[in-house]
């Protein structure tokens, strides 16, 4: 069964950092490009960043430019999302998700990411 | 950015009955358009692709069409399990890759 399963949300304060973790289960994640998508509270789906399969190639979207960095380790079968200088409008869920063909078709549950002082 | 604009907002319907969902790109995305399912508390699930491509373990029910600019959900007969929100998505212009506003389908 494909499975991904993030974890390191939490609450966090204005201006800190905080180290997301996605571990992939039941496909060969070397193989594959991955994806950082968010979600605020009541709200709809918002890309956040692209890693290709193996590193070469990186994206972030322009709100994330400079705060955010994304990695993997295909060793490890993962996937990671640094955040640093978060504000409240980072608060959402952050999905990692699997990219086929440019689309998403395996998503993890999500972890709840807010910042709050 | 390609912004994607989807109608309307809320649709209401009852089980049994046709849903029509709408998606409008602000420049063409090809046919590089997909659609999203996502229940309350659920992740999205990949519904379908390249505008028209049912993805793995869809039901016949869901399809889409369209290219260019203007793209359509269609579900032909809807099911209990089907009330939930749609998103949009394009891959044409990246990045970034972006969502329509989503589009809730609520039993009436």
């Known amino acids: 069964e494909v499975q991904l399963v993030e974890s390191g949300g939490g609450l966090v304060q204005p201006g800190g950092s905080l180290r997301l973790s996605c571990t992939s289960s039941?496909?060969?994640?070397?193989?594959?490009?991955m994806n950082w998508v968010r979600q605020a509270p009541g709200k709809g789906l918002e890309w956040v960043s692209y890693?290709?399969?193996?590193?070469?190639?990186?994206k972030y979207a322009d709100s994330m430019k400079g705060r955010f960095t994304i990695s993997r380790d295909n060793a490890k079968n993962s996937l990671y999302l640094q955040m640093n200088g978060l504000t409240d409008e980072d608060t959402a869920v952050y999905y990692c998700?699997?990219?086929?063909?440019?689309?998403?078709?395996?998503w993890g549950q999500g972890t709840l990411v807010t910042v709050t002082s | 950015e390609i912004v994607l604009t989807q109608s309307p907002a809320t649709l209401s319907l009852s089980p049994g009955e046709r849903a029509t969902l709408s998606c409008r790109a602000s420049?063409?995305?090809?046919?590089?358009l997909a659609w999203y399912q996502q229940k309350p508390g659920q992740a999205p699930r990949l519904l379908i692709y390249d505008a028209s491509n049912r993805a793995t373990g869809i039901p016949g029910r869901f399809s889409g069409s369209g290219s260019g600019t203007d793209f359509t959900l269609t579900i032909s007969s809807l099911e209990p399990e089907d009330f939930a929100v749609y998103y949009c998505q394009q891959r044409s212009n990246w990045p970034p890759y972006t969502f329509g506003q989503g589009t809730k389908l609520e039993i009436k």
């Open positions: 890693i290709s399969s193996g590193s070469t190639n990186i």
């Open positions: 420049q063409s995305v090809s046919n590089y």
């Open positions: 039941g496909f060969s994640f070397s193989s594959y490009s």
């Open positions: 998700a699997r990219e086929s063909r440019g689309f998403s078709d395996c």
